[in-house]
């Protein structure tokens, strides 16, 4: 089977763990229980996304795209870097979903994630403008913040919508 | 996690018999050949997964690896949404393919999961001399990328690369193409190179 990518060739795509900043279009496909955080600086247009699997790096510093603790940090400096003002951040989430009721344990992974980084983004005192979590479906992303921060998701069976 | 090319050899034979006992209990239930790719096998940074694991509409049926080795991995009959439709049309006697997956081929392919995966668990204990028992399957019909990820969010967290062990069954009759997945956690994969070792010698 050959595999396919939502929004190939027109965007960068964020795999598991990793992110991206900048102006330019960027998408994770397939996102599970994994979550994509992105912030977005609407004044100048620049965004960034991190591919989010676990909620907790428990001091691992290897991989920070991959926990939702070391990914907001990892977000925020790399904005600011930027150029981008702190105070103008704004968040929107999307993925968190449980695909599997009975793997895992009780831990739904989904959840966890999500409510991790809401808890973390009202710490930091940045505002979730929207979002598109839980549930137990699939979603890709394509987020384009120089059009404006638009947010894309697209779902398995192909509906889209945007945030 | 360093795996050497005899390793990966070892690896890619022991799926090699698992996945053709596999192929034969398919080819009993569809009644017709099946044809079987060389099993792939990758060692893959989990951000690079997407570049071999997209958000294709699939049907996954996943089974939680138990038995003697410690509950560790998963190993998972991915097939496209086309494909399963296909697949369970042929089992089920009927034709439409331009349909959602309901609750009868949902039963058909969780069957044909079970059929399958334990053949291959069947297949790979005769050379290993261990069994790896399947856990009760589950289904998804999503986007593969979102069940492999939320798979690995189960596994162990410092998971930074994964074995995708892959093999492609095809029926070119009925069209129906799926691929088994297998991927061991840490641990279960360094048991069964061990077993592998003491059957081959040092590796």
Known sequence: MKPSRFYEGTAAIVGIGEHCIGPDPMATIGLGSCVALILYEPQRAIGSMAHVMLPDSNGRVDRPGKYADTAIRLLIDGMVAKGCRRQRLVAKLVGGASMFAHFGGNLNIGERNTRTLKTLLRTEGIPIVAELTGGNVGRSVVFTPSEGGRVTVKRADGTCCEL | ?203
């Open chain 2, 1 to 203: 996690m360093r795996l050497t090319d005899v390793q990966l050899d070892a690896i890619r034979e022991l799926g090699n018999i698992g996945a053709a006992h596999a192929a034969t209990t398919l080819s009993q239930m569809l009644m017709c050949q099946i044809n079987m790719s060389v099993p792939e096998i990758l060692v893959v940074d989990i951000g690079r997964i997407c570049d071999h694991i997209g958000d294709e509409y699939s049907a996954m049926v996943v089974f939680q690896l138990q038995g003697e080795l410690e509950p560790g991995g998963y190993i998972i009959l991915l097939v496209s949404r086309e494909s399963a439709l296909r697949l369970t049309n042929t089992m089920l006697g009927m034709t439409d393919t331009d349909r959602e997956l309901g609750e009868m081929d949902q039963s058909a392919l969780l069957e044909i999961g079970n059929i399958m995966i334990s053949a291959f668990l069947d297949g790979t204990a005769e050379l290993l001399g261990i069994v790896m028992l399947p856990s009760p399957p589950e289904l998804a019909i999503d986007m593969a990328h979102a069940g492999m990820s939320s798979l690995l969010a189960t596994m162990d967290a410092d998971i930074d690369e994964v074995i995708l062990f892959r093999t492609e069954l095809m029926d070119e009759e009925h069209m129906v193409n799926s691929d088994i997945l297998f991927l061991p956690d840490t641990r279960t994969l360094a048991d069964i190179l061990r077993l592998l070792e003491s059957i081959v010698g040092p590796m």
